[in-house]
């Protein structure tokens, strides 16, 4: 009975990581120690948009260092909006404002009405000390959705900076 749980519990825990993108595959490995785990998650992070979900999973994680390593190698191949985006935000996060504004832009050139885009390079554009550039942002994403609450705020906060 014992060898029936444990199997099973192995193939549930293995389906799951599998399922939800577990970023490493030595976690998995360490945490069973076998072979075959490590080819079956392998295999199933095979595919690029795997590696992209894979790098977002870090960037949520908080462990960015990571997430920025497998993004700027998803990048030495394609032209990859999400992995920009994702650069973009971790340069937001480490306070990197003029890097974090070169990828949001390049973002915007492959994808100009992306809505997540347009606001964090308002607020890089803001806490750069471009303020006029940043209400430029935030008045784009109220065209794009009238009422948006988050351009409204930033609105206001250049307003009060001085422009």
């Known amino acids: 009975m014992g060898r029936i749980f444990c199997s099973m519990m192995f193939l549930v825990v293995f389906i799951v990581s599998v399922q939800t ?3 490493e595959v030595g976690d998995v490995v360490r945490l069973f120690g076998s072979r075959y785990t490590q080819r079956q998650v392998e295999l199933a992070a095979a595919e690029e948009d795997k590696t992209v979900k894979s790098g977002w999973v870090y960037y949520k994680m908080g462990s960015l260092e990571k997430a920025k390593n497998v993004m700027e190698g998803v990048l030495k191949n394609d032209h990859n909006a999400s992995a920009l ?3 973009g935000m971790i340069s937001l996060d480490e306070n990197e404002f003029e890097s974090a504004a070169e990828r949001l832009e390049a973002v915007l050139e492959l994808s100009p009405q992306h809505l997540p885009s347009l606001l964090n390079l308002g607020k890089a554009y803001y806490f750069s000390g471009r303020y006029h550039l940043a209400e430029q942002c935030f008045d784009n994403v ?3 959705e009238p009422g948006n609450r988050e351009a409204v705020f930033w609105i206001d906060n250049c ?3 001085g422009i």
């Open 21 to 23: 993108n577990v970023p």
């Open 85 to 87: 985006y994702c650069l």
């Open 142 to 144: 109220l065209q794009l």
């Open 159 to 161: 307003s009060g900076a």
